[in-house]
C-alpha cells in the first residue's frame, strides 16, 4: 500500500464544516453520514494541536516501551509484515460530540452532531505486538505517543492518552495503517493509529511512534484534571467540584443519527417519510429504535438491521405518514440495559461529554 497519496487528503474534506478553533477541526452535516462506510471527504477531523509535518511512511518507527520484558522498535513495513493483518469495522465518535446543545454552554470544540464516523480499519493487533514485547505482570495501562505538539505550549504533546492493560490486549483493539481500504490519511493520523472500538475519539492515537506500557493509569497530556473524565458523583452548572475524583471516559452511550432526510426537507404527503440513519453505542450492544414526528407524542418503532459487527453502527428504517405542515422527527434508540437517549435535556457535565440527547430533523411535508 503506497503512501503517496496521504497528502493528498489534506485537501479532500468538501464534506466538512470547519470549527472556529485554531487547530483543524471539522464536522460534517448529518445527512453526509448516510453511507454505511463514511467517506474520507465526510469524516469528521479532531486535532488537539499542531499535525506533524508530512510524514514519510517509509522512515516512521513505532517504539514499544515500558513495562515489556523486550522493548521493541519497528518501521510500518515490518509491522505489516511481522503479525497478522485484520480489519474491523468500527464507530468513531469524539466523546465531545454533541457539546454544542449543552445548556448552559461549557467551552471547548463546539461540536453539533457530526464528530462521528464508521469506517473500515485495517491493521496489526495491540495484542499481538504486546505478546512480542512480552507484557510484564506489572503492566496496568497504555500512554500513546506522537509528535503533534500544543499550539499553546510547542514545547508540550499535544495529547497523549491511554487505555486500560486489559482493553490493549483485547482482539478489537489495533495499531492501524488503512481507513477504508486505503492509506491511512495524515488528517487521521497516518501512517499509524490507534483504535479502540468501544472507546471515545481520544484513545484513537493519532500518529503513534510510541507505545508505552505503564505500572499505573496514564498521566500523559490531556489524562488529568476534567480532561476526557467525568463526574462519578453528578456536578451541576455552577457546583463546585473535585476534578480528582473524575474518571477516564472508557465507553459511550447509547446514541442514534437521523442521516435520511436532511434537515430542511420538503417530503409528499402523498406517500410515507423513510426515515432513516444509524444507531450505536460503546460496550452494551443497541437494542432498538422508535422514531417520532410528533415531538414524543407518539412513536414507531423503527427496523433495525444487523451490523456487520459488533462495533459497527446498526441501520434503523421507520416509515411514517404525515399530514402537511411543518415537523420534527426524532430518533431514539435504546441499548440491552434498558438505557435510552434523553428526549428533551442534554446531560450536563462541566466539559460537555457524551451527549446523547435524541437528534431532531426539522422539516415540512408539502
Ligand atoms: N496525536 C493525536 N491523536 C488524536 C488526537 C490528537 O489531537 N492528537 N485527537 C483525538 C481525538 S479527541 C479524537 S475524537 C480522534 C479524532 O480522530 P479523527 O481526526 O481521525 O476523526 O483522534 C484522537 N487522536
Ligand atoms: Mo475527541
Redesign the pocket.
Known amino acids: 500500500m503506497p503512501h503517496s497519496s496521504t497528502d493528498t487528503a489534506l485537501a479532500a474534506k468538501t464534506r466538512l464544516r470547519g470549527l472556529d478553533d485554531d487547530a483543524v477541526n471539522g464536522e460534517p452535516l448529518a445527512d453526509a453520514l448516510d453511507p454505511m462506510l463514511t467517506p474520507a471527504e465526510a ?7 499542531d499535525m506533524p509535518a508530512a510524514a514519510d511512511a517509509g522512515a516512521w518507527r513505532l517504539a514499544v516501551t515500558g513495562e515489556v520484558e523486550r522493548p521493541l522498535s519497528l518501521s510500518v513495513a515490518e509491522l505489516m509484515e511481522s503479525f497478522p493483518v485484520v480489519t474491523i469495522t468500527a464507530v ?1 465518535e ?1 466523546a465531545g460530540n454533541g457539546r454544542a446543545f449543552l445548556d448552559p454552554p461549557v467551552s471547548g470544540a463546539q461540536w453539533r452532531d457530526g ?1 462521528v ?1 464508521c469506517a473500515r480499519w485495517t491493521g496489526v493487533r495491540m495484542g499481538d505486538l504486546l505478546a512480542r514485547a512480552g507484557v510484564k505482570p506489572s503492566a496496568v495501562y497504555t500512554g500513546h505517543h ?1 509528535p ?1 505538539r500544543s499550539l499553546t505550549s510547542p514545547d508540550r504533546p ?2 497523549s492518552r491511554g487505555i486500560p492493560i486489559a482493553k490493549a490486549l483485547a482482539p478489537e483493539t489495533l495499531v492501524a495503517f488503512a481507513m477504508n481500504d486505503a492509506p491511512l490519511p495524515r ?3 497516518g501512517p499509524l493509529r490507534v483504535v479502540v472500538p468501544g472507546y471515545p ?2 484513545a ?4 503513534l511512534d510510541r507505545l508505552d506500557i505503564r505500572d499505573r493509569e496514564h498521566d500523559g497530556e490531556k489524562m488529568t484534571g476534567t480532561d476526557y473524565r467525568l463526574p462519578v458523583q453528578p456536578v451541576g452548572p455552577g457546583e463546585a467540584f473535585d476534578a480528582a475524583t473524575f474518571a477516564v471516559i472508557t465507553d459511550m452511550p447509547v446514541k442514534s443519527l437521523i442521516t435520511r432526510p436532511a434537515a430542511g426537507f420538503l417530503a409528499s404527503r402523498d406517500e410515507a417519510l423513510a426515515v432513516e440513519g444509524w444507531a450505536w453505542s460503546g460496550a452494551t450492544p443497541v437494542s432498538g429504535v422508535r422514531v417520532s414526528a410528533d415531538g414524543g407524542v407518539t412513536w414507531t418503532s423503527a427496523q433495525l438491521a444487523d451490523a456487520v459487527g459488533p462495533y459497527a453502527w446498526r441501520r434503523f428504517s421507520a416509515a411514517v405518514s404525515l399530514p402537511p405542515g411543518p415537523v420534527v422527527l426524532m430518533a431514539q434508540a435504546r441499548d440491552v440495559a434498558g438505557n435510552v437517549q434523553p428526549l428533551d435535556d442534554a446531560p450536563w457535565n462541566p466539559r460537555g461529554y457524551c451527549n446523547n440527547l435524541v437528534h431532531r430533523v426539522a422539516g415540512r411535508v408539502l
Open positions: 469524516f469528521f477531523v479532531r486535532n488537539n494541536g468513531l469524539c464528530a464516523g506522537s503533534d499535544a495529547l488528517l487521521h493520523g475519539g481520544s484513537w492515537q493519532k500518529w
